[in-house]
């Protein structure tokens, strides 16, 4: 068995990895970086979050030692008093000094690992201060009392201080512990079991305290995660918006340079077509004199055609560029549905006659007028029965219905018996230009512009355009008019009789001389 060393290895296929899971093996990846244990953009909150409690509370705690030293006044000097209160507002103030030093800087320039070491170094000391009075020398007399007491203001300030430092907890260390080994130590030198157990339950005080604030830390960085998947989500939907905003924008102005394009299109098109139509038309009618050759005859016929064919191509392009563009504006009054109908199956009669359909009309007689623009909906009737003569077979049956809906809604039908449309095929025929595989394999002349059409100038009235075919079972398109858009006739205003009063006789005038 011989290897090829110079043919190429195969390596395996790498799946690629997802976005989601890139970002969780990057924030891992920061975590272990990380000193702390958390995520580096998160280490200035947690801090952020310490220095404004601090702050916010910043004589809590010597209002409190005020408070001790006062209660501690039957048991201790006041000079070791004093001095101990001395050393407590000194240390308060260099914790606060560097707490607002740190408010003043940014994020950028504040190194979250120095700063913490400032401060947990300033709570150390503030913590050994307190921790201090612990070692006071009490009055003998009633000493029990004053452990008790100091025993009590401790672990006020120990539970207060796990409060304040939980998002930092090298901060709460710094600060808590040396304070209750101080407890501990003055209650293990006092060789009394009462003083022993003192000491346990503080331990176990200290503990609980600290099981407490590693939920709150753990709840504060819960909460700091989904903000910043908040501000993520927020950043990625402003994205989102101004890669919209830019789209949107790139499509009106290539709306607009369509519009423009299609304005000076038609006008540039219509201008030669109205010629050759002009010209073929002479020349077909041979208005002036007759052709010698008749083939020119019938070339001049089939001009006219294409040229009729082609002009009608730019109008619909025209009227279907304005209603999406929005232009479209509606002539709207009085018609008739009815006899709009009526009219449009009249003037194409002699298309269905030459292929041998037959036309039923079902017409509901009496129905209130519709408000609307007149020439959109012959529009629409005539795009309707167009294509219904143009793909039924000869032969076959086309059922105009005009009619109103239980709601009172007006609306016309128009139905063949025609092969009718796949189902998948629909919404293509919906389409600009769309057309259907039974359209293309008949050889159907069309555009594909005369449904979407019709259903932008239904929309343009309110209205909705229903669509129901199946195949070998024909195709029905029903166009309703929303009911706002039927007129209802006004009630004739009751003109009140009034009744001429009698009138009084004359009366008399007489004139007295004198």
């Not at 008093?81 to 707490?99: M, N, Q, R």
């Not at 949107?248 to 540039?268: G, I, P």
């Not at 232009?327 to 109908?341: G, K, Q």
């Not at 009744?499 to 005038?509: D, G, I, K, S």
């Amino acid at each position: 068995m011989s290897v090829d060393l110079a043919a190429p290895m195969p390596f395996p296929r790498v799946k690629p990895v997802s976005p989601t899971t890139a970002l969780r093996v990057r924030q891992a990846r920061e975590k272990l970086m990380s000193r702390s244990g958390t995520r580096p953009e998160f280490n200035y909150e947690l801090l952020a979050i310490f220095v404004r409690s601090e702050l916010t509370a910043s004589l809590a705690i010597p209002l409190l030692a005020v408070v001790v030293a006062v209660g501690l006044l039957p048991w201790a000097p006041v000079d070791k008093l004093l001095f101990w209160l001395a050393t407590v507002f000194i240390s308060k103030g260099i914790l606060i000094l560097l707490c607002r030093k740190f408010q003043a800087l940014s994020r950028k320039q504040a190194d979250c690992e120095l700063w913490r070491r400032y401060l947990a170094a300033a709570e150390f000391l503030y913590g050994t201060t307190w921790a201090a009075v612990a070692f006071i020398d009490f009055a003998p007399a009633d000493q029990r009392s004053a452990f008790f007491f100091v025993f009590a203001a401790i672990m006020v300030v120990v539970a207060m201080r796990t409060m304040f430092a939980s998002t930092v907890m090298r901060i709460l260390y710094a600060g808590t512990i040396p304070m209750t080994t101080a407890l501990v130590l003055r209650f293990a030198l006092a060789e009394q079991p009462f003083y022993w157990a003192m000491a346990a339950v503080a331990i176990g005080i200290h503990v609980y305290l600290i099981f407490l604030a590693s939920g709150l830390h753990s709840t504060v960085l819960a909460m700091l995660e989904y903000r910043a998947e908040k501000d993520a989500l927020v950043g990625e939907l402003e994205q989102a918006k101004a890669v919209s905003d830019e789209a949107r924008r790139r499509a009106e102005a290539a709306n607009l340079a369509k519009s423009k394009f299609l304005a000076n299109m038609s006008h540039e098109l219509r201008t030669p077509l109205n010629a050759i139509l002009g010209f073929s038309e002479m020349m077909r009618d041979e208005i002036l004199g007759p052709m010698q050759n008749p083939t020119y005859k019938s070339y001049a016929q089939d001009i006219h055609h294409s040229g009729e064919h082609l002009l009608n191509l730019i109008n619909q392009i025209l009227d279907l560029s304005r209603i999406e563009a929005g232009r479209y504006e509606l002539a709207e009054e009085p018609v008739m549905l009815a006899d709009v109908m009526d009219d449009c199956q009249r003037l194409l009669s002699l298309r269905a006659e030459s292929k041998g359909l037959k036309v039923i009309e079902n017409f509901k007689e009496t129905m209130p007028r519709l408000w609307s623009e007149k020439r959109a909906v012959r529009q629409i009737c005539l795009n309707l029965l167009s294509n219904a003569i143009k793909f039924t077979p000869p032969g076959g049956t086309i059922t105009l219905t005009v009619g109103m809906s239980r709601k009172g809604e007006q609306f016309l039908s128009v139905k063949d018996s025609g092969p009718g449309i796949p189902e998948s095929e629909i919404p293509r025929v919906m389409s600009p230009f769309g057309q259907g595989s039974l359209a293309s394999a008949s050889n159907e002349g069309g555009s594909g512009l005369g449904l979407p059409i019709v259903k932008g100038l239904v929309e343009l009235h309110g209205g909705r355009l229903d669509l129901k075919s199946r195949l070998r079972h024909g195709t029905e398109l029903k166009i309703t008019f929303p009911l706002s858009r039927v007129m209802q006739p006004t009630p004739r205003l009751a003109i009140p009789v009034t009744v001429a009063a009698p009138v009084a006789p004359a009366a008399v005038l007489r004139v007295s001389n004198g």
